[in-house]
């Protein structure tokens, strides 16, 4: 989900939700690096 900032004139993009285990995580990060 997106909302749009109209002061800022921008989308912004919330930050994704919060993982159980951080370092499946951290593995996940590390593929998409």
């Known amino acids: 989900m997106r909302l749009y900032n ?3 004139g ?3 993009i919330p930050a994704p939700p919060q993982r159980e285990f951080p ?3 951290h593995a996940e990060d590390a593929l998409h690096a």
Request: proline share 0%.
């Open 23 to 25: 370092s499946e995580q």
């Open 6 to 8: 109209a002061a800022a």
């Open 10 to 12: 921008k989308y912004i």
